[in-house]
């Protein structure tokens, strides 16, 4: 029997896979509990249907990712913090700070998850990659410098 399961299922397959299961095994197990429908023409309609909206949906993701990495690439932003006198800072520069002041000077939002680095904790001029989508990321400059 045909089927189409909405849930991963190890050993079986993943959601939206149309896979042939015993009789048995899809009458028992699978559309009792909710994991698998028949795979019927309206059923695989529809499936191919979504499959479509995913791909259009990952391909207006990666296109906008890659318009942002194009914005970004190359831009430098400036943060003052305190440091002492052989230009240690007190305290560090993380990445969630440098997304606030992405957002604050470039006026980009930018998620601090996506913002590579370590702590800084020296000033200075770093190259800071932003992983924008999995394929897309871009290289801004940051420079650190005392109050």
């Known amino acids: 029997m045909k089927v189409i399961l909405l849930k991963d299922i190890k050993g079986t397959g993943k959601k939206g896979d149309v896979i ?3 009789d048995g095994f899809a ?6 509990k909710n994991l ?19 791909r259009r ?31 240690r800072l007190f305290g560090a520069i993380t990445s969630k700070d440098i997304a606030v002041q992405i957002k604050n000077q ?6 601090k998850k996506k913002v590579v680095t370590d702590t800084i904790r020296q000033l200075g001029d770093y190259d800071i ?19």
């Open 129 to 147: 990659e932003l992983k924008l989508y999995p394929e897309i990321s871009t290289k801004i400059k940051v420079s650190i410098s005392d109050i």
């Open 106 to 111: 470039l006026k980009v939002e930018v998620d």
């Open 20 to 22: 042939e299961a015993s």
């Open 57 to 87: 949906k990952k391909i207006e993701e990666t296109e906008q990712a890659q318009r942002l990495a194009d914005e970004l690439k190359g831009k430098v932003i400036k943060i003052s913090a305190k440091a002492g006198n052989n230009g």
């Open 36 to 54: 698998a429908e028949e795979a019927n023409a309206s059923n695989v309609h529809t499936l191919n249907l979504k499959k479509e909206a995913e």
């Open 27 to 32: 009458r028992n197990f699978l559309l009792p």
